[in-house]
């Protein structure tokens, strides 16, 4: 439970901060997309699956591909078992051999 309030405190300050440097002039601006590569840049492009995947994949491998149970990836990530196995499935997540 305490780290999805960590996940939930993280993403509140950092929607926070966006509307802060939304409402300063662009050379004030500070953080993320301060700091980001030009828009053709395709090495700084992360879509929202990739983003996804890699925090699945993370958490997979930090509890050592165990997918259910108390000490698993889904309890992790704040879901149920059947809809982290979808997502990994649909993501083309599976465990390497």
């Known amino acids: 439970m305490r780290d ?8 509140t300050a950092m929607l926070a901060g966006c509307g802060t440097a939304a409402s300063r002039p662009a050379a ?5 997309a301060a700091t980001r590569a030009p ?7 992360v879509t929202l699956a990739e983003a996804e995947r890699e925090h699945i994949l993370g958490a997979l ?5 165990v ?8 309890a992790r ?7 982290l196995q979808e ?11």
């Open 4 to 11: 999805k309030w960590v996940a939930v405190l993280a993403l």
């Open 28 to 32: 004030q601006a500070t953080g993320p």
């Open 39 to 45: 828009a053709g840049s395709r090495a700084a492009a």
């Open 61 to 65: 491998r930090e509890t050592g591909w």
């Open 67 to 74: 997918v259910a149970g108390p000490k698993g990836a889904a």
């Open 77 to 83: 990530l704040g879901m149920k078992r059947s809809t």
């Open 87 to 97: 997502k990994m499935r649909k993501l083309g997540i599976s465990r390497p051999q």
